[in-house]
């Protein structure tokens, strides 16, 4: 149909390797810990259900995938480089694939719609499948690997070994020295008139770890003259969310190479210690460091994706379990929208607190609220903060009891 988005070409392949029976752990376990008994299946008279298969073998089974299946197995390398996304099509016809695949941590992202995870998301895309049809297919391919090894040294006809994905992460980078350098000039007349005219003061500046650098480049090397590498040298803010990652803004006023990451550096959560702050009754979850920033101006909390993938940022909120309600902020457009609404079915499945308040009003975000008009900006903001605390009274946040996080946990299994 004409306006049609086209379905990317490995899309339509239903045939699907390795869909056979996994054997059961009590003849002949093939995973570490009998993670491989969760299968309906008979095998010498036993016989294992559904029914009793345990959470922690079905845990054990999906770590033990992504452990040892590499993506690369189920990626398609696009005409002109990168690998067609299952999700958006990306690089299936022709051009660039948009995705990005991670050898180290054996996952994978789409740089143009944003989806991304492990293999077993993968295989779900690629082949249209649901989830417990991939694990599936993906644990008879595991003992698929673990039979033809055994026969192997056996003495057997050997077999195509399942590799595990090659560990080849380099270590990551270190910019701690060149931040505290930043930091201190950050007192720069330039700096402070920059802040000023985005309605951020030094205080909230310092305490969130900004710095200023009068010739930054970090697409090359930061903090060094080195001739060629100097080409997009400006004044920039420099925002750091983690020792490993930094983006340098200019601001001089030209827009060519406005924003510009650390060369080799690893996104993080901006502010993310505050997700980790039993004491906070509410955190502002924002997608741009000078969102988050704008909304601690008007007093609580926040964090910024900062570029992270959504997927990410949920499992740093499953792992800390923050005590907060999240108070969902993102951008007012599509995309923002779009994010928040992945968001929101996320936190829901784990069980976590959240609302979503609209602090922008008719700005593109946070930030350009606060410049627009402070006084009205600060009283959103106020408004989502007791939305949140009347949110907070209905439904136990975060980490609570022991008691709550155990069943919280049993809820979020019984989801997957």
Known sequence: MEGEKARPAMREKKVRPHQVAITCAKCEPICAGGAACIISHERSGCKVTEKERTFSERDALKEEIKRRIPCSRYLERARKGGYICYSCGSGSRSGTGAVSYNPARNTWICNSCGAGADVIELYKLRFSVCFNQALEDLAGE???????????????????????????????????????????????????????????????????????????????????????????????????????????????????????????????????????????????????????????????????????????????VREIRPAAVLVLCLDNDAAGAGAAADLEKGLDAMGAAWIRADISGAHKDPSEALEADRAEFESRVLEAVEKARKKAQKQPAGRGSAADRAGNEQKERKNR
């Open 142 to 316: 595991l003992c698929a690997a673990a039979s033809e090894s055994r026969r192997s040294s056996s003495g057997g006809v050997a077999g195509a070994a399942l590799e595990a994905p090659e560990n080849r992460e380099e270590p990551a980078p270190d910019f701690s020295e060149y931040l505290k350098e930043c930091r201190r000039r950050l007192d720069d007349p330039e700096a402070v008139a920059y802040l000023q005219r985005r309605g951020i003061s030094l205080k909230t500046a310092r305490t969130c770890g900004l710095g200023y650098d009068p010739a930054a480049d970090p697409a090359g090397r930061p903090g060094k003259s080195c001739g060629s590498w100097r080409q997009n040298a400006a004044k920039r803010i420099i925002i750091a969310s983690c020792p490993a990652h930094y983006i340098g803004r200019r601001i001089d006023g030209i827009e060519k190479f406005e924003k510009l990451a650390a060369k080799g550096s690893r996104k993080d959560i901006f502010n993310r210690a505050a997700l980790k702050n039993d004491a906070l009754r509410e955190i502002f979850v924002c997608e741009g460091p000078f969102d988050a920033l704008a909304v601690m101006e008007a007093g609580p909390q926040a964090v910024a994706l900062f570029g992270v993938d959504k997927n990410r940022f949920l499992q740093e």
